[in-house]
């Protein structure tokens, strides 16, 4: 019914800049808020940033001033620009969406994508 479909991951040195984007797609009416989570070997998966489709904002502390995230409402699309990245963001970042579906009726429901690999190097 819905898919997230993220890009942009790789591998970058200390101190460089990537850009994550994840599209949704499928039986959107609405999408509430959107946000990006990360989950590094052997650690619990954690918000990094987080979006409101009114443009609210909130992120973890350990990424504050590095990390950017904006949506693009018509597109169904959310960025995240990490920059001045450390090799401690190394992590499969994932993207989430609270969506309100329609499919015969109305239902909300929330959506994740299939994660990509961000590696930082020292």
């Known amino acids: 019914q819905v898919q997230l479909v993220e890009s942009g991951g790789g591998l970058v040195q200390a101190g460089g800049s990537l850009r994550l984007s994840c599209a949704a797609t499928g039986n959107i009416f609405k999408i509430n808020d959107m946000g990006w989570y990360r989950q590094a070997p052997g650690k619990q998966r954690e918000l990094v940033a987080a979006a409101t489709s009114g443009g609210a904002t909130n992120y973890a502390d350990s990424v504050k001033g590095r990390f950017t995230i904006s949506r693009d409402n018509a597109k169904n699309t959310v960025y995240l620009q990490m920059n001045s990245l450390k090799p401690e963001d190394t992590a499969v970042y994932y993207c989430?969406?609270?969506?309100?579906?329609?499919?015969?009726?109305?239902?909300?429901?929330?959506?994740w994508g299939q994660g990509t690999q961000v590696t930082v190097s020292s």
């Open positions: 989430e969406a609270d969506v309100i579906v329609i499919n015969g009726a109305y239902y909300s429901k929330d959506y």
